[in-house]
DNA sequence: AAATCGGGGTT
DNA sequence: AACCCAGATTT
C-alpha cells in the first residue's frame, strides 16, 4: 500500500475510501444492530451509553443502561434527581466520578442550553465528563454529524492497520491515530460508522486472539501483513504498584444495622457510603471508642479482602461487631447512619464492600 | 496477577 | 506537555 497522504489528514482520499466502505459492509451483516441505546437512538440515551461505555463493557453496561433509564428517562429528570439516586443507579459501575459528572452536566445543560444537549462539538467537549471522543461519538449517533471517535477500541485497530508503534496514550501517538482516524471518515452513514468502528474492535479486532482471517480491513493491515499483530497496539509501560492495608469495621446495632459513613466528594470512591475505615487495627480501636460503646475485643476479624486499583493495591481487614451502641445521636450527622439491610440497595456502596455485606453469615 | 479503558486534575 | 487518579472486568 502506498504511504497515505498526510497532509490530507481530515478528509477522505480515494486511498481511503474503501476502508470506511468495508466497514460498513461488514457492519451490516457482524455488527451490533440491537443495542439498547439504539432504540430509540435519542440524545441522551447516546450520551449516557457513551458515558457508561468510557471505562465499561458492553455486556456490563446493558442492565445499568436499561436500570438507569427506566428510573430517569430524560435529562431534565437527570437534572432533578437526587444526586443520591444517581449514584445508586450507578453503583457498582466503578469510575463514580462519571455520575457525578454526569448528572452536574444535565443541570448546566439545564441552565444554557434550554434543557437539551447542545449539538455543537465545541459545546459539548466544556460540559464536565465529555471529551473530544465522546463528544464525537454522540454527535455522529445521535445526529449523524461528521466527527472522528478514538476510543480503546479504534485505537487498537487504526495502530494495527497502519502498524503504528508506541502507547497510544502517549500523546505524540495519539495525534497519529487522529489524524489517521479523521482521514477515514465516510461521506455519509455515520452513526452507522462510529458503531462499526467499537463493534470491530470489540468483537474482531480483540486484544488477544484477533480473528484476522474474518476482517473486512486484513488487505490493507499492516499488522497483519507483517505478523505483528500481537505486538500492537504496544502496550503500557508497567509500573510496580503498592500493597496497603487498612481495616474496616463492620458495627451492628442492637436491630441488625449497620453503621456506615459517607465518603468525602473527592479521592477513592468519592461519595460512596462505605464501612468505617482505618489504617490499622490500633487506629480502629480508637475510632470505635470514641464514637461508640462496647467492647471492642469482642470484635471478630472476617477473612481479608483484597482489592485491586490500578496505582496501589488495597488488603481490607474487616472486623465485625455487634449489639453496639454510639454514644452520640447518629441522625444528627448525615454522613455517619445506622442502615438497614433492605436499604442497602439504594444506597452507592464500592463493589467490595457491597460484596462483604451480602456474605451471608452465621446469626 | 496483570492489563484495560476516557476524562479530569495537577505539576 | 507529561504525568497522576479512579475501579470493575477480562484475560
Redesign the pocket.
Known amino acids: 500500500m502506498n504511504a497515505p497522504a498526510l497532509a490530507a489528514a481530515g478528509t477522505a482520499t480515494p486511498a481511503d475510501a474503501g476502508y470506511a466502505e468495508r466497514l460498513l459492509r461488514w457492519f451490516d451483516i457482524n455488527g451490533r444492530h440491537d443495542l439498547p441505546w439504539q432504540h430509540p437512538r435519542t440524545p441522551y440515551r447516546v450520551w449516557l451509553s457513551?458515558?457508561m461505555?468510557?471505562?465499561?463493557?458492553v455486556?456490563?453496561a446493558i442492565p445499568y443502561f436499561e436500570r438507569f433509564v427506566a428510573a430517569l428517562p430524560t435529562l431534565p429528570a437527570l437534572a432533578a434527581a437526587p444526586g443520591d439516586d444517581v449514584m445508586a443507579l450507578w453503583?457498582?459501575?466503578?469510575?463514580?466520578?462519571?455520575a457525578r459528572?454526569l448528572q452536574a452536566?444535565a443541570r448546566r445543560c439545564m441552565e444554557q442550553h434550554g434543557g437539551e444537549l447542545p449539538r455543537d462539538i465545541d459545546a459539548l467537549?466544556?460540559?464536565?465528563?465529555?471529551?473530544?471522543?465522546?463528544?464525537?461519538?454522540i454527535l455522529s449517533q445521535a445526529w449523524g454529524d461528521r466527527h472522528a471517535?478514538?476510543?480503546?477500541?479504534?485505537?487498537?485497530v487504526l495502530a494495527r492497520y497502519h502498524g503504528i508503534d508506541g502507547?497510544?496514550?502517549?500523546?505524540?501517538v495519539e495525534k497519529q491515530l487522529w489524524q489517521r482516524a479523521e482521514s477515514h471518515l465516510p461521506s455519509a452513514r455515520m452513526a452507522d460508522y462510529t458503531q462499526a468502528q467499537m463493534d470491530l474492535?470489540a468483537t474482531l479486532c480483540?486484544?488477544?486472539?484477533p480473528a484476522c482471517v474474518l476482517c473486512p480491513l486484513q488487505d490493507d493491515c499492516v499488522a497483519r501483513r507483517e505478523g505483528r499483530v500481537a505486538e500492537l497496539?504496544t502496550?503500557?509501560p508497567?509500573?510496580?504498584?503498592p500493597q496497603k492495608h487498612a481495616c474496616v469495621l463492620w458495627l451492628e446495632n442492637a436491630d441488625g444495622e449497620v453503621l456506615m459513613l459517607r465518603r468525602p466528594p473527592?479521592?477513592?470512591?468519592?461519595s460512596?457510603w462505605t464501612l468505617p475505615q482505618a489504617d490499622d487495627a490500633s487506629a480502629s480501636r480508637a475510632w470505635f471508642e470514641h464514637e461508640a460503646r462496647g467492647d471492642f475485643s469482642r470484635a471478630k476479624a472476617l477473612p481479608p479482602i483484597?482489592?485491586?486499583?490500578?496505582?496501589?493495591?488495597l488488603r481490607l481487614q474487616p472486623l465485625r461487631l455487634r449489639d453496639v451502641a454510639l454514644h452520640g445521636r447518629v441522625g444528627d450527622n448525615a454522613d455517619l447512619r445506622w442502615v438497614a439491610r433492605g436499604e442497602f440497595a439504594s444506597l452507592g456502596?464500592?463493589?467490595?464492600?457491597?460484596k462483604l455485606l451480602e456474605t451471608k453469615l452465621e446469626p
Open positions: 457513551e458515558i461505555l468510557q471505562q465499561t463493557q455486556k456490563t453503583s457498582g459501575l466503578g469510575y463514580y466520578a462519571r459528572n452536566a467537549t466544556a460540559l464536565p465528563g465529555i471529551g473530544r471522543s465522546t463528544a464525537a461519538a471517535i478514538l476510543d480503546g477500541n479504534v485505537k487498537r502507547y497510544p496514550g502517549q500523546p505524540a474492535g480483540t486484544r488477544a486472539d497496539p502496550p503500557k508497567g509500573k510496580p504498584v473527592t479521592g477513592i470512591w468519592a460512596l483484597d482489592h485491586a486499583f490500578s496505582h496501589y493495591k456502596m464500592p463493589a467490595p464492600i457491597r
